[in-house]
């Protein structure tokens, strides 16, 4: 994973903003959010289909939907940097 060794999990996803828990209102940023996370390896398909209670297919859908936005939103924050 992307987190340091010395970090946990529930740090790694403090810091990059996803939510604590399935238990949220899943609006399309957040879902963005998750999928940005999972392809910048902040965490594994595996840690957020268990905290968020995602099937593969699920997730998949996610990428497919919201994956290019997750992409710009990627090239942007690079562009500011």
Do not use: C, Q
Request: charged share 35%; no cysteine; glycine share 2%.
């Amino acid at each position: 994973m992307a987190y340091p060794y010395n970090s946990t999990v529930a740090e790694a996803i403090k810091r990059a903003g996803l939510p604590k828990s399935h238990r949220v209102h899943w609006s399309d940023n957040r879902k963005a959010d998750v999928v940005r996370a999972v392809r910048e390896e902040v965490i594994s398909f595996d840690e957020a289909s268990e905290r968020y209670l995602l099937s593969r297919t699920e997730f998949r859908e996610w990428e497919e939907r919201f994956g290019e936005a997750a992409k710009a939103t990627e090239t942007r924050e690079t562009a500011d940097a």
